[in-house]
């Protein structure tokens, strides 16, 4: 599975980005799906996940209420709406298949990982 991450941007505190996740090669629709961001000198961090049929979602504690990760089986394409943005937000966001279809936050569950999308929230 090739998992290709894409919506990401500069973008001033307070607006609003779309990240998408197409998934190539063969489906991810009973796969749980993630999204993890890493920003420069820091470890990856859990953001988002969803179910495989996306019916259950968990968010971390920092984006909570702020994004909102969902799914579209047929695309095979995740997305991660992300409001009000913070310079905090400021990371390579990456999005990833689970080993199952459970939504799950534990990074080492994840099978599938993209290459990344920058997302740069100034001030």
């Known amino acids: 599975v090739q998992l290709q991450a894409s919506g990401g941007g500069l973008v001033q505190a307070g607006d609003s980005l779309r990240l998408s996740c197409e998934a190539a090669?063969?489906?991810?629709?009973?796969?749980?799906m993630g999204w993890f961001r890493q920003a420069a000198g820091k470890e990856r961090e859990f953001v988002a996940t969803?179910?495989?049929?996306?019916?259950?979602?968990s968010y971390g504690g920092s984006v909570r209420g702020r994004f909102t990760i969902s799914r579209d089986n047929a695309k095979n394409t995740v997305y991660l709406q992300m409001n009000s943005l913070k310079p905090e937000d400021t990371a390579v966001y990456y999005c990833?298949?689970?080993?199952?279809?459970?939504?799950?936050?534990?990074?080492?569950?994840?099978?599938?990982w993209g290459q990344g999308t920058q997302v740069t929230v100034s001030s």
């Open positions: 990833a298949a689970a080993l199952r279809s459970a939504m799950t936050s534990d990074q080492s569950q994840y099978r599938y």
């Open positions: 090669g063969r489906t991810v629709s009973n796969n749980g």
């Open positions: 969803v179910d495989w049929r996306g019916s259950s979602t």
